[in-house]
């Protein structure tokens, strides 16, 4: 049931973004007047569909992306006619081929200013100053010196007045070394520190914030059968205080499936339950579990409508420089391509968001949403990007490029994709495989 959930999720996540990302190139193409031939969500042979006017609308059987088919568009195709695509100025062509991600970007800013406005989820300790709670031994932070109870100051020369802004640096540093300032007691500290890279490659410096940590049991898991409840917040396992989430991960992991004697509270109460954790080696790491989904606890406020644009617009600039940061980790050979998801790993998270609620799909489609108009604004032939490149090449020289360049351009961009996307399926399903 949880593939087939996946799948359907998947599908729909994906159609959505496609259908805005295509409405974009259809809309604009519409209203410079060149003939659209064909308006198609999906790939390969036609299901279903009507025709209107010039146009055939249809939906495809592979639900993998879409396009709109514009007359004249494709080198060899052109009859001169004024409708065509290629019979237009090229200021006119650059603002078709740019208006499939900008209706992307707009979509994601859309999204989140409605999740905004009725359900805006925070990690509860996002706001706090970005004292140390523990520090992992043997992690970069402990070599270094750092300690429980410093305050991070800077993070590679950039303040960090809380710990959103420390999280959002730490994540895409992997490999690096940088400057960390620290206040001790009043004393401020500089130490040097290589940030490695966790399980899903991402930055870890192996510090810790102190938070609640809260639980949500899976149906049928061992924490249900003892009686968790969801948002029990964990205070103590077998007499040990839990101050975050990495204390709560390794007291299970190492309970070698011994019963846990769990201190809760719930309601502002204490209760005592014993789990027995089982071994699970489905999720890519083998490991005791107690079948729950373990995390900060989080605050839930309403914004208005301004504040809550204002909020999603920062949200998404935000998440565009941080995916700038990831490629460039990745081209400097600092990031695993484990930060990359592709089709499989898209249909996963689908899933899983659909699974845990509404709003946790709506995220996801945002950051979906601006994903894609990023990738199709990157420079490589056949995307948005790449004829976006190529017109301001042409107009910088004041002439067409030769119609056998063009086509030795569309070859190289077609391999180039085709690559990429047997990487990203083969990182997929590697990811997915249980370690070892």
Not at 85 to 112: D, E, T
Not at 141 to 163: H, N
Not at 272 to 278: K, L, M, Q, Y
Not at 349 to 362: C, F, H, I, K, Q
Request: hydrophobic share 45%; charged share 20%.
């Amino acid at each position: 049931m949880g593939a087939i959930e996946n799948i359907l999720a998947f599908i729909f996540v994906l159609g959505v973004m496609v259908l805005i990302h295509e409405l974009g190139h259809f809309l604009a193409a519409r209203y410079f007047k060149v003939r659209v031939e064909s308006f198609s969500i999906g790939m390969g042979p036609r299901l279903i569909g009507f025709r209107r006017g010039d146009t055939d609308y249809k939906i495809c059987m592979l639900p993998i992306g879409g396009y709109v088919k514009m007359a004249g568009e494709s080198i060899g195709e052109p009859t001169g006619d004024p409708d065509e695509f290629l019979s237009k100025p090229r200021w006119q062509r650059l603002i078709i081929a740019a208006m499939g991600p900008i209706f992307n970007g707009i979509l994601a800013v859309a999204l989140l200013a409605g999740l905004f406005m009725s359900h805006y989820e925070r990690f509860a300790f996002w706001s706090s100053p970005a004292v140390i709670a523990t520090v992992k031994d043997g992690s970069p932070a402990a070599e270094v010196g750092i300690q429980a109870g410093d305050l991070i100051v800077s993070f590679d020369g950039q303040p960090t007045r809380d710990w959103e802004a420390v999280r959002l640096a730490e994540v895409t540093a992997v490999n690096q070394t940088v400057p960390v300032l620290i206040n001790r007691g009043g004393e401020q500290l500089t130490f040097n520190v290589t940030v490695e890279a966790d399980e899903q490659g991402v930055g870890s410096a192996g510090w810790s914030e102190s938070t609640a940590v809260v639980l949500e049991p899976v149906p049928g898991s061992p924490a249900e059968k003892a009686g968790v409840r969801r948002g029990d917040i964990v205070r103590q396992i077998n007499g040990r205080r839990i101050l975050d989430v990495d204390d709560a991960l390794e007291s299970i992991k190492a309970s070698e499936g011994r019963e846990l004697a769990m201190e809760l509270e719930r309601d502002g109460h204490k209760v005592a339950i014993d789990v027995t954790p089982e071994y699970d080696d489905t999720r890519g790491e083998a490991a005791w579990r107690i079948g729950a989904m373990i995390g900060p606890e989080r605050t839930v406020t309403k914004l208005g409508f301004t504040e809550a644009v204002q909020e999603s617009v920062s949200a998404n600039l935000q998440n565009i420089t941080l995916t700038f940061k990831v490629l460039r980790g990745m081209f400097e050979q600092r990031m695993s391509p484990k930060a990359l998801e592709g089709p499989v790993g898209i249909a996963r998270l689908s899933g899983e968001a659909a699974r845990r609620g509404w709003p946790d799909l709506v995220l996801l489609m945002a950051n979906i949403s601006l994903q894609l108009g990023i990738f199709n604004l990157l420079p490589i032939p056949i995307l948005d990007g790449g004829v976006i490149v190529l017109l301001l090449f042409e107009s910088v020289i004041r002439r067409d490029v030769s119609v056998a360049v063009k086509e030795r351009i569309m070859q190289v961009g077609l391999v180039f994709l085709m690559l990429l996307f047997a990487f990203v399926m083969y990182n997929d399903i590697l990811k997915s495989l249980p370690s070892g």
